[in-house]
């Protein structure tokens, strides 16, 4: 069988075919209210659920429909939901401000650089890993406030059971501009150049493996920029390609929309909505949300192996390998199969995306070294650092 030009193409994906017509006509659908019957509100297109109304885990087909529901939402409806009075107790949140406050000051004294994905080090007082920092800090706090049923309710509805929770604070005072808005986690932190090589149904599936939350940890106006949303925008075919064309940009600033939210408030979306924090331009907010990434289970080998170990045995080959006559595609072969390609999950106080969307992977560090000529001892000593820095 021969397959059809046509059909290759189909097959990538690159960003000529980021069309801001295309993309107009996806955003402009409505949110059909009916479809949603459970929601209390509807606020420029984006659902709005009273956490109140979400069944316990004892009544389990009233939680399964309201979980079909809010998963349809996420995945062919808007893409995005948010759940009022998620936590009703509101000194259990400023607690947990408080923890997470100190620790960014206790983290401004020791110096450093704390990198954003999607906009400028050092603007927005970022707080890497606040889920382990929590639990270290306050083991009692980290159990009242990360047992929340919102959180495993929404998590299980999009990606079943034994996800993996982690988050980030962002805290934006007064003054602080907004991100350039973007798709996130997994492809939305690959540049295009690497994104034109996943095939398109890997831009597909992509956003099926991670959920994005926010709890905001304050009352968040409008003026003190909550997260700008494009609603449907993750049916959007090419919306990983979409941040360079300035049609596209056109398109997505003129259907962007915000809601606010309150204290105790969490938002949940689809990775692949387009988004990004707004422009605080309030004199007073501090506008404080704890960004929640929930995984998938399922992103993961069926083995253990250590890539490290695996590199130091055959690096001394794939050094050699020019002069014995192995060509150049062959020994990038090799290092594929032998080091950790992808540079997440990572330490990012350690191993901050200062330079890019991300730090670099292992075998990008290999690569390097090959092309440097690096010797065993060198690459030992910098595997060696490149896993120091992954640790918590």
């Not at 107790?89 to 997470?100: G, I, Q, R």
């Not at 604070?169 to 150049?193: C, E, I, M, S, T």
């Not at 909505?273 to 309030?282: E, L």
């Not at 992103?299 to 695996?310: A, F, K, L």
């Amino acid at each position: 069988m021969t397959l059809g030009k046509e059909w290759v193409m189909e097959y990538w994906m690159s960003g000529r075919d980021a069309d801001p017509q295309e993309l107009a006509a996806v955003v402009r659908q409505p949110t059909v209210v009916s479809d949603y019957p459970h929601c209390s509100d509807v606020q420029r297109g984006i659902l709005v659920y009273d956490a109140a109304d979400v069944p316990p885990a004892s009544e389990p087909r009233k939680r399964r429909a309201l979980m079909a529901e809010v998963g349809h939402a996420l995945l062919a409806g808007p893409g995005v939901v948010a759940f009022t009075r998620a936590y009703r107790d509101h000194s259990l949140v400023d607690a947990v401000s408080a923890v997470y406050a100190a620790i960014i000051h206790e983290e401004q004294d020791l110096g450093g650089t704390s990198g954003d994905h999607f906009g400028a080090p050092g603007v927005n007082d970022r707080l890497w890993n606040s889920l382990e920092k929590l639990a270290l800090r306050d083991a009692g706090l980290f159990v009242r406030y990360f047992g929340n049923d919102v959180i495993a309710f929404t998590s299980e509805a999009w990606l079943g059971p034994g996800y993996q929770v982690t988050s980030q604070v962002n805290l934006v005072r007064p003054g602080g501009r907004a991100q350039v808005p973007h798709r996130d986690y997994h492809l939305g932190f690959v540049a295009d150049v690497e994104l034109e090589r996943y095939p398109a149904h890997v831009h597909q599936f992509s956003p099926m493996l991670t959920l994005q939350g926010a709890v905001a940890h304050c009352d968040m106006p409008l003026e003190s920029g909550p997260t700008v949303f494009v609603p449907h925008s993750q049916k959007y075919r090419a919306g990983y390609f979409a941040g360079d064309d300035s049609a596209v940009s056109e398109v997505i600033a003129e259907h962007a929309v915000q809601i606010p939210l309150r204290k105790g408030d969490i938002l949940f979306f689809n990775p692949a909505v387009i988004h990004g924090s707004g422009d605080n331009d309030s004199t007073d907010v501090e506008r404080m949300a704890n960004l929640l990434q929930v995984s998938s289970p399922f992103g993961r080998s069926t083995e253990v192996v250590d890539r490290t170990r695996v590199v130091e045995a055959v690096y001394a080959a794939l050094l050699s390998s020019p002069v014995s006559g192995v060509p150049d595609a062959l020994v990038d072969n090799a290092v594929a199969a032998a080091a950790e390609g992808y540079p997440f999950p990572t330490n990012l106080d350690r191993d901050p995306p200062i330079d890019g969307l991300a730090p670099p992977s292992q075998a990008e560090l290999v690569r390097a070294a090959l092309s440097a000529g690096d010797p065993i001892d060198v690459i030992h000593i910098k595997l060696a650092a490149h896993a120091a820095r992954r640790k918590t």
